[in-house]
């Protein structure tokens, strides 16, 4: 599950079909300079009215179906709280049955080194860990993505995927631990400054690698054939500045029949995939609108820009555990038998602390999430031109998430804007164009 928290961090990344339409304006670049995402003109504000078509589109999924997709969201937000409860929890128990302390001295009996030390501290903590969560684990991502019908990996290979992933989270949290260690040893007054920086390069380093050396450890890909489609996403990308040359098409129905797109990578190996599961169950125009929001990503750069913004996060977070370590172990460290912050039987202490940090920080995380998302959005529809598309696509995979949730709601928990603002910027899009002749011709909105 950890996996999963520390991949939606990573989360932060057209053309008219010429068959439909044959006024179609020629694609063009979409402007970039003034991305604002508050600057559309009002709802009412046009012989096309926007609000009534965003309430006429959210009103085709039914009550049912939002009552479902609701209580799914509500389950993933009490989820999110009761990980991070059973990370502390178990921090606690290693923490106060001195087990820590003993996975120090055992650590301490192989070796000399210390920097060894500590990654074989490391190494036992995120083996405990991972064992423990397990049950937490097998019920999120398997038996309640089954319940919900979103998830179509057998247990075998969900097993084989969760395997791999640990894997990943060893060999990398073993490294990023003993890195940490090393920087308290040689800084231990900033070293949580110092830990920043060395965790941006983490984040950057597996943005690079992960489109190349990762996602082919749980899918394959392959060239999208030449066709109507592919001239249509080249078209798109060459009038936008985004490399057309890599056009893939992921396996993802073999993990879920959910609904995603991406365009990822650097220097040559720029990429843009498509989840198998678009070609099976969107249009030409779907797809356009989706692709052409995540160039968005990619034309703006959002995948360099956040790196700043989570730095600060992690500072104030590395900041709080710093300024919080000697406290507590100041109340408790006779009874932990952990007494320095170089120590890495103090570990289980770092890690609890950070996991509390990280979920208050929640908020913080998700708005900027949601930011880039709301500009590539309207790159999106700059670029692809597609707003009915665009606002049908959210209907698509209704059956996860909360439609309408509360400002309140959607500030803490959601990473991108919710499916009713999506759409609402989708009408309010084509209402501020209604006058273009490829929109006042194109499909029509209920
Ligand atoms: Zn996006």
Redesign the pocket.
């Known amino acids: 599950m950890h996996t999963y928290r520390l991949a939606a961090i990573f989360l932060l990344?057209a053309v008219a079909c010429g068959t439909a339409n044959a006024q179609a304006l020629p694609p063009k670049a979409a402007p970039t300079q003034h991305v604002a995402v508050s600057t559309l003109a009002p709802p009412a504000n046009s012989v096309f009215n926007a609000e009534q078509a965003t309430k006429a589109y959210l009103a085709e999924v039914s009550p049912a179906q939002r009552a479902r997709a609701a209580a799914f969201a509500e389950g993933n937000h009490w989820l999110m709280l009761e990980d991070s409860l059973a990370a502390v929890a178990i921090c606690a128990l290693l923490l106060f049955t001195r087990l820590s302390a003993k996975m120090r001295d055992l650590a301490a009996g192989l070796t000399r080194s210390r920097v060894l030390q500590s990654a074989i501290f490391a190494f036992q903590f995120l083996v405990i860990l991972t064992v423990l969560t397990f049950p937490l684990s097998f019920y999120e991502d398997f038996l309640r993505r089954h319940a919900y019908g979103i998830s179509n990996l057998t247990f075998a290979q969900w097993l084989g995927e969760f395997g791999i992933g640990f894997g990943l989270e060893l060999v990398a949290g073993t490294i990023f631990i003993a890195v940490v260690y090393g920087l308290i040893r040689a800084a231990p007054r900033v070293w949580w400054i110092w830990c920043t920086v060395i965790a941006i390069c983490f984040l950057a380093f597996a943005m690079l690698i992960s489109p190349v050396y990762i996602q082919p450890l749980f899918n394959t890909s392959t060239p999208l054939k030449p066709g109507p489609l592919r001239s249509a996403i080249v078209q798109l990308a060459d009038a936008n500045g985004v490399p057309s040359n890599h056009i893939f098409v992921v396996n993802t129905s073999k993990q879920s029949n959910l609904l995603n797109a991406n365009v990822s990578g650097l220097f040559g190996t720029t990429r843009i995939s498509l989840d198998d599961t678009l070609l099976k169950r969107c249009t030409t125009r779907e797809i356009l609108a989706v692709v052409a929001?995540?160039m968005?990503?990619y034309v703006l750069d959002h995948s360099v820009m956040v790196l700043p913004w989570l730095g600060l996060i992690l500072l104030v977070g590395f900041g709080f555990v710093a300024a919080s370590f000697g406290g507590l172990t100041g109340l408790f460290g006779g009874i932990w038998n952990v007494r320095e912050i170089t120590d890495p039987a103090g570990l289980p202490l770092l890690y609890a602390l950070f996991a509390i940090y990280m979920l208050i920080a929640t908020p913080a995380v998700n708005t900027l999430s949601r930011t880039?998302?709301a500009q590539?959005?309207i790159f999106g529809l700059n670029a692809a031109r597609q707003p009915d598309a665009f606002a049908r696509f959210f209907l698509l995979d209704a059956g996860i998430d909360d439609l309408t949730p509360s400002p309140l709601e959607e500030f803490v928990f959601w990473n991108?804007p919710s499916a009713a603002q999506r759409i609402s910027v989708a009408m309010r899009w084509k209402a501020a164009h209604i006058h273009d002749p490829d929109i006042a011709n194109g499909p029509t909105s209920p």
């Open positions: 990344l929001h995540e968005g990503h880039i998302e590539a959005d991108h």
